[in-house]
């Protein structure tokens, strides 16, 4: 295999694999945090709950300036009910209100309920899904080192 991919924002384990492999490890919550970056600069972050990955806080620093949470859910299972749902997007419209310029789904569940197709109903303003974000980075890196078309047959 050519790269890793860690599909939580929280890059579990992510420091000790790319210790131990030779091949890119990437996670979802740096990945998705750099991309955001080239978005903007006040930066607003929708988690599962209270408290943003640690990841995603070290990468934005200063430009990170909002977090909101959907009220009563628990994991991922909740926020693939009809109430997360409701939930999320309540939470999405107080984080709009806090002045920013890019939102990041702090949370790869996001991206498994398709947030962002209903939160486009909302809001026009950028944003980031850790799961694509994670897939542009990986692109980048594999075709920057040359091994995404090298060929297989040797």
Known sequence: MDAIII???????VKE???????PVIGAGSAV???SLSYGNRIGVLNLNEGIPEIIKDVLGSHLVAEEYPRNIRNTLDLMTNEGMEEALKALKRLLDKNIDVIILGCTGYSTIGFIEYARKITPKP?????????IVTLGILKNRGGLYEDQSK
């Open 127 to 135: 944003m980031i899904d850790p799961v694509i974000a994670t897939g």
């Open 33 to 35: 945090a750099s991309l």
């Open 7 to 13: 599909s939580c924002a929280a890059d579990p384990g």
């Open 17 to 23: 694999a790319r210790r131990k492999l030779k091949i």
